[in-house]
């Protein structure tokens, strides 16, 4: 599909996620959530991590393309819309990026890492909206209500930790020690299963 035919998605797809958000009726899984005190969260958490990755995750990628075309950074606010127009800029971004600096090895790195994010947000709305295409498998929520640890900002450490819900790959089930995910953009750590099993043993 590509970058632009993904943003394309999402734009359309954007609302339909929004209605999940306090749908708990979607969340699976026991209660007990490890690296979290508190009360759960009055929504879908799912999908809230979702939302907030993308709103954070397309700013930064429409910045960072921006800086690399000495283009003047544009305010955005923190809205549905200042997200989906991030996105678009992103899309626009890439393909000047693509057309003007081919040979710049740089430049095409920040390109695949745009890529790769906004089809991963786009995989993680169909998923949740029940869309998957016929060749794409779920992701699985880690057992026992495993939370990502992380940094939420590793320049920041006081700021707290990512939270983000951890998830097992597809085709876990065919391995007997598979890992565990942090799916969160800026993120994205991994644990090995000797280091998670025994949280929820």
């Known amino acids: ?17 929004r209605t999940l958000l306090f ?8 209660s007990t959530h490890h690296k979290v ?5 009055p929504w879908n958490s ?15 990628l429409a910045d960072m393309t921006d800086i690399m075309l000495e283009h003047i950074r544009q305010a955005r606010g923190s809205t549905d819309a200042g997200t989906l ?7 626009t971004n890439v393909t000047q990026l693509r ?17 790769l994010e906004v089809s991963s947000w786009a995989f993680r709305v169909r998923q949740e909206l029940g869309e998957l295409r016929e060749e794409e498998q779920p992701w699985s929520k880690a057992p026992g209500g495993l939370r990502c640890p992380n940094p939420a900002d590793p320049d ?18 065919f391995d007997p020690e598979p890992a ?14 000797a280091e998670w099993s025994p949280l929820v043993a």
């Open 180 to 193: 565990v995910w942090c799916r969160q953009s800026r993120c994205m750590s991994e644990w090995a299963y």
């Open 85 to 91: 127009a991030a996105l678009s800029r992103v899309a």
């Open 99 to 115: 057309t003007r600096y081919a040979d710049d090895g740089q430049a095409m790195k920040l390109c695949e890492l745009a890529e």
């Open 1 to 17: 599909m590509g970058l632009a035919g993904d943003v394309a998605e999402l734009r359309r797809n954007f609302v339909k996620l």
């Open 156 to 173: 920041h450490p006081e700021q707290g930790t990512c939270d983000a819900e951890l998830w097992l790959a597809p085709g876990w089930a």
């Open 23 to 30: 749908d708990q009726a979607r969340e699976t899984g026991p």
């Open 46 to 60: 799912t999908v809230g991590d979702l939302i907030t990755d993308m709103h954070a995750g397309s700013r930064r």
């Open 37 to 41: 005190s508190g009360s759960p969260a």
